[in-house]
């Protein structure tokens, strides 16, 4: 299955932590680009961290010191850990993926990428 599938999000309190998980199968469809985008009500979709299968990653402003992208190869997993959350944090978050090569970069926007998950809701209460 080339979808992604996101799971993890909930509800948590300014300050707290949360562990989104994506089950990606980067490895097993020539996938080389992955991201976390997430989606406020009456907002644009918005590029929160993209990792690279090479190990290469970049985040949002609004994330950067705070969520960390990784993944797992042998698990064919994406994770986003987020730390010292804030309400302005709160969207759906998605999953998405894309071909692409070993030294090219990521897409940083949305179009770029070919697959993408269900989404998964979290929410920062103040």
């Known amino acids: 299955q080339v979808q992604p599938v996101e799971s993890g999000g909930g509800s948590v309190q300014a300050g707290g932590s949360l562990r989104l998980s994506c089950a990606a199968s980067?490895?097993?469809?020539?996938?080389?680009?992955l991201a976390w985008f997430r989606q406020a009500p009456g907002k644009e979709r918005e590029g929160v961290s993209f990792i690279h299968t090479a190990g290469r990653t970049s985040y949002g402003d609004s994330v950067k010191g705070r969520f960390t992208i990784s993944k797992d190869k042998a698990k064919n997993m994406l994770y986003l850990q987020m730390d010292s959350l804030k309400p302005e944090d709160t969207a759906m978050y998605y999953c998405a993926t894309v071909g692409g090569s070993w030294f090219g970069p990521c897409p940083l926007f949305s179009a770029g990428y070919k697959y993408w998950g269900q989404g998964t809701q979290v929410t920062v209460s103040s």
């Open positions: 980067a490895y097993t469809y020539n996938i080389y680009c």
